[in-house]
């Protein structure tokens, strides 16, 4: 397989696991020698783009007796192999696609080997044999005729002679709203039961993590056969999802808090890395405790870039908060709580009304001043509220409704904090963050009172000091 060329090495050498990647290329030569890897920009459902490699090839395949080829395109992710390919067939403007169980309406290709892909048992090579026996039962293609038939035996014909070159239009990814949920226990069920009944999730796929502490619930779910629900022990199961919602626990029996912190952080090492590769695009929300450190941890040991990293955080505050300025105290305005999820957290206020369709910000002086009375006495009604498994589970569930749908909505939730304010560690805490498709993006940072100041300054030497004892 020709990969030596300048163009081919420069986009090798941004893929993750490149010498692996290389091994697998060797793989598909040896067993079909003529198919050779393309660079091409493939443009994703968001408008990103992204120089990757891509296979084309002419996909052989018999449909009642006679031998056809198919024109087939799959572009390697840059984390592959540890995630599959997107397959998409190539068809002219002479041919129409038979949507179908196994391709939609723009040619992207369905298959169990790629709902189910798991490197190193998952291979091109395995999924090229799945692919020719489902569509020699189903052909995926078919001419345009006049009289609006489709005949798929004209099409095969023609294709049998179509020779694919390197060019081609861009496709679009359509992939589905895939959500995984993972860890068990009553914050997992109520994360996985919220996330369903706030709609827009296509699959959610709930996996019992065997080491967390918090398991239970992954029976019933499998006994009761909730639709769109697929439950799992094996990670690979959350291959593709577009929120990977983390709700695992391991907490021990250690004496010392840095001690009980670091059994869930050994927890997210086996985990979160390998959640990651086979999610690349996903956003991480992260609801394990405590979960400003967590978040942290979860985005060290990811490699992912922080805006595709967030913590639940206080968002539940936050939409209690702006229930009790709205209900209660009439102001109609959009406000957050921010901070560490502790006593330190403090409340700012937005200059746009809670029903604008304005970009929101942070009003200067909104936790000083004549708002700070009014913010205070907001904090005093909500003192008695706490914060019960699906009460979190009903904010995880607005938090991934906004992702999924690219709502652009001001959330706060835990992200890294550095630069916001004058803040120069880095450390994770709630801030306001706009969250949609492509992640979060923080509002701009404000100068607050002094005692809400000195909160935060608190906030960032405890969370400071915790991350430096713990080994991530």
Known sequence: ?????????????????????????????????????????????????????????????RYEGRSYNLPVQLWLMDSFPFTPPICLLRPTASMVILEGKHVDARGRIYLPGLHNWDHPKSSVVGLLAEMTA?????????????DGDKDPHQLLAFVSKLQIDEGGVRHHDQPINKVSVIGGGDLGMATVMSILAKGKVDKLVFIDVAV??????????????????????DLSASAGSKVVVVTANAWSDEQSYVSVVQTNVDLYRGIIPGLARLSPGAVFLIASQPV????????????????????????????????????????HKQAWVVGELSDNKVAVMSHIGSGSKQQPDIAPGSSSGSTKPLLNRA????????????????????????VLTDRKKAHSVSTLAQGWGGIGAEVFFSLPCILGASGSTRLAGVALGPEDDLKLRDSVASLSDLMAQLRI
Request: net charge neutral.
């Open 212 to 233: 967390s502490s918090t398991k239970g619930g992954s029976v019933d779910l499998e006994i009761f056969s909730l639709p769109k629900v697929e439950v799992s022990k």
């Open 379 to 402: 904090f005093e009604l909500m003192r008695n509220r706490g914060q019960r498994s699906w009460s979190v589970g009903l904010s995880i569930a607005d938090i991934t409704y906004s």
């Open 1 to 61: 397989m020709e990969i030596s060329s300048e163009k081919i090495q420069r986009i090798l050498s941004k893929y993750k696991f490149r010498d692996v990647a290389i091994e697998e290329l060797q793989k598909i030569h040896r067993v079909h020698p003529g198919i050779q890897p393309v660079t091409g920009t493939f443009t994703f459902s968001d408008g990103t783009q992204k120089d990757l490699l891509k296979l084309i090839c002419n996909l052989p395949v």
């Open 134 to 146: 489902t569509f020699e039962e189903e052909p995926p293609l078919s001419t345009k005729n006049t």
């Open 292 to 331: 400003d450190v967590m978040s942290h941890v979860a985005w060290r040991q990811s490699g992912l870039p922080p805006t595709h990293v967030i913590g639940a955080g206080c968002n539940l505050d936050s939409e209690r908060l702006c229930r009790v300025l709205d209900i209660n105290l009439n102001t």
